[in-house]
């Protein structure tokens, strides 16, 4: 999302002050010998009164512990991603006010995209140079990263303002076998969002609380002429996985595995998932062309008015909404995601958290940055393109007030998500789920078909 030079310097300057909270911590009760830097000389007053938001405690206390190097040149090498959550102008007003506190580290950001991310970890950190010293790590990645020796156990240096104030569903891309191994950053799901105008046009004036009415809107959508009411992003990838894994749950099925490792995906929610997926295909309510569409796809269709609703992450809404870009502004809503039978809502984790590399030679100082980058005040500077991770935020009508109804629906989808399974196969697991699902929504395999190939490919993924 584009943003003016003065409110990109806004947020630094508001920022500036967990970073400043950050350093005089460091200085006055770190067992470092180290002369504070000029940043850290400096009295609060001197700051704008902005610089002290309440949000600066949990960084600050997570630094009361550690020693931070604050004399010693340094770059951080950190790899982010560059698609949904977080703007790169975002980032770049966080780490201008971090190393406006902390002159003698450097960071050197490298953004990419999702699909890029997992296997530009994984060759950087074991087969390469190991040149990354803080990493983005989604859900389910911290059993293998883990596994690979790629990632550190930071669990005996999280603030207890993180424990205490965070989301539980946060900390899943954050844990693996009761450790931690990451400080949760990002906090999303997949929301419902919907046309407005084409819902009145059908005669529809509220949101679909089932996807069987999702469905029956489609069709009285589709009759007014919309071709394709419904659009997705149903691309061989990690996308299509994401909205299967939510249908799943609302189908009633919340596991792809159970504890011995057994399959549970090819029967239950996952198997009815994926027929109901089909059979909006085949009924032509979901537009064919979401079998090649990502998350910015969908944007794209929305945006240009072509379809009526889809699931897409927080930032979807600001896209949509952006008269700048979008032919509907003004014309889109968003909801709690639809639930069936007994299930009210459901929501895939899309969490992710930053990681410190097992390679940095820098290990307090990234942590450090990962933790000002998670700090309630820096992840309450902009709230349009990812929703904070701390419960404190959604009660404070400053934070909320600019669009309510997101925040709504984010606290109902919040208290439950769904997580793919944080398994060492995953990545495995997840290629030939995404396999399986383009063929059947091809047609080339039923559901039970496709499903079952992979279950029976399952013991080999686990060896």
Not at 11 to 31: E, Q
Not at 359 to 379: C, D, G, I, R, V
Request: charged letters at 15%.
């Amino acid at each position: 999302m584009t943003r003016s030079v003065a409110a990109t310097r806004g947020i630094a300057w508001r920022l500036l002050g967990t970073a400043t909270a950050v350093l005089f911590v460091a200085s006055a009760c770190s067992s470092s010998s180290a002369t504070p830097s000029p940043a850290a000389s400096q009295p609060a007053a001197s700051q704008p009164a902005a610089s002290q938001p309440a949000g600066a405690s949990p960084a600050a206390s997570a630094a009361a512990s550690q020693a931070i190097d604050t004399t010693t040149p340094m770059t951080l090498n950190v790899l982010l991603m560059q698609q949904a959550a977080y703007s790169a102008s975002d980032i770049k007003a966080m780490d201008d006010a971090f190393t406006k506190a902390y002159p003698n580290i450097t960071i050197n950001p490298e953004l990419v995209s999702y699909d890029s991310l997992h296997d530009k970890i994984v060759t950087a950190q074991v087969g390469g140079s190991g040149k990354y010293d803080v990493v983005l790590m989604d859900t389910p990645w911290p059993a293998e990263l883990v596994t690979a020796n790629i990632v550190s156990d930071i669990t005996s240096k999280v603030p207890a303002d993180f424990t205490s104030g965070v989301f539980d569903s946060a900390w899943t891309a954050a844990k693996y076998n009761g450790k931690v191994y990451g400080v949760p950053w990002i906090n999303d799901t997949k929301f419902f969002f919907y046309n407005t105008d084409m819902f009145a046009k059908a005669g529809i004036s509220t949101a679909p609380k089932t996807w069987d009415e999702v469905e029956a809107d489609a069709k009285l959508i589709k009759a007014t002429g919309v071709k394709y009411p419904i659009t997705a992003s149903w691309k061989q990838a990690e996308a299509v996985i994401c909205d299967w894994t939510q249908l799943a749950a609302a189908f009633g099925g919340s596991d792809f595995v159970d504890a011995s490792g057994k399959a549970l995906f090819n029967q239950g929610g996952g198997l009815a998932a994926l027929t109901f997926m089909k059979k909006l295909i085949d009924e032509g309510l979901v537009d064919p062309a979401s079998l090649s569409q990502t998350e910015d796809d969908v944007n794209s269709v929305m945006s240009a008015g072509q379809s009526a609703m889809a699931l897409n992450w927080t930032y979807g809404l600001s896209v949509m909404n952006d008269p700048t870009k979008s032919k509907v502004a003004g014309k889109m809503k968003v909801a709690p995601s639809p639930g069936e039978g007994s299930v009210t809502t459901s929501g895939v984790n899309g969490g992710m958290s930053l990681a410190v590399t097992t390679t940095t030679k820098h290990p307090n100082e990234a942590l450090a940055y990962a933790l000002f980058l998670a700090s309630e005040s820096s992840q309450e500077m902009d709230v349009a393109n990812a929703l904070p991770m701390w419960k404190a935020s959604f009660d404070n009508t400053n934070v909320t007030k600019g669009n309510p109804d997101l925040f709504a629906a984010a606290k109902i989808q919040f208290a439950g998500l769904v997580a793919r399974p944080v398994v060492p196969y995953y990545t495995k697991l997840s290629n030939a789920l995404q396999d399986a699902i383009q063929q059947t929504l091809l047609g080339k395999k039923t559901p039970q078909q496709a499903l079952d190939d992979v279950a029976a490919q399952l013991p080999t993924f686990q060896q």
